[in-house]
């Protein structure tokens, strides 16, 4: 059974620094991992879609990066605005085309 | 536009009463799914249709039923409603069915049984 696990479970940082947001998950056979962003009271938005043959996705001042053999993924954000302030999930789509979601990780950038 | 739209937004109600939520999208999406969300934030599939069959059911009760009148549409019917019901329910789509493709999500409907 898969089990998704995210690091810290919320973070506050000043504005303008960089940032990783961790991501661990048990069944390493996955098809590829999605990383999601939620802000309060909306739905989910997908950041990056990471394929399985992939090491890494870039999009803007994101880079999410994909290690299946030790079963982790890291979110990057580059020089972080108020903006980024949001929840961010990691979601590991298994090969049965099911996608289990981490808990999220509370970002806050502090102005 | 709207790409992904659920209705009603909110929805409070008495415990053992039925009731529906609407989703629809205009992406002209082949697929079409159901999450939950619980208190705990913890995000879960529920349901997953492609042009209009159901290819994915989680262990989900049988008072959840969903219909998919046309591609561009998935409904989600709950009978007898329970305390644990209460959540945020997210309709997402996605051109096909399978994990390269990407999801897109409505804004949730939170149900609050009491």
């Known amino acids: 059974k898969q089990e998704v696990t995210q690091i810290p479970a919320a973070l506050s940082v000043p504005e303008g620094e960089n940032l990783v947001l961790n991501c661990s998950f048990t069944?390493?056979?996955?098809?590829?991992l999605q990383w999601f962003r939620q802000d309060p009271g909306k739905g989910l938005t997908s950041l990056l879609l990471?394929?399985?043959?992939?090491r890494e996705q870039t999009s803007g001042r994101l880079n999410a990066s994909l290690d299946k053999s030790s079963g982790r993924s890291t979110l990057y954000i580059a020089a972080s605005q108020p903006g980024d302030s949001a929840t961010y999930l990691c979601?590991?789509?298994?090969?049965?085309?099911?996608?289990?979601f981490g808990k999220g990780t509370r970002l806050h950038i502090l102005p | 536009d709207t790409a992904v739209s659920q209705t009603p937004k909110y929805l409070v109600t008495q415990m053992g009463n039925d009731k529906s939520i609407k989703c629809e999208q205009n992406?002209?999406?082949?697929?079409m799914y159901w999450y939950k969300q619980d208190s705990k934030k913890f995000l879960k599939i529920m349901f997953s249709?492609?042009?209009?069959?159901?290819?994915i059911n989680e262990t989900v009760p049988n008072r959840f039923s969903p219909k998919s009148p046309d591609k561009a549409h998935l409904n989600l019917h709950i009978n007898s409603l329970e305390l644990g019901d209460s959540a945020v329910y997210f309709c997402?789509?996605?051109?096909?069915?399978?994990?390269?493709?990407?999801?897109?999500f409505g804004p949730g409907t939170r149900l609050l049984v009491l």
């Open positions: 997402a789509s996605s051109l096909r069915s399978g994990a390269q493709e990407t999801q897109y």
């Open positions: 979601a590991p789509w298994r090969r049965d085309d099911k996608i289990i």
């Open positions: 990471i394929q399985s043959s992939q």
């Open positions: 069944d390493s056979a996955i098809y590829n």
């Open positions: 249709y492609n042009n209009k069959e159901l290819i």
């Open positions: 992406l002209g999406h082949d697929t």
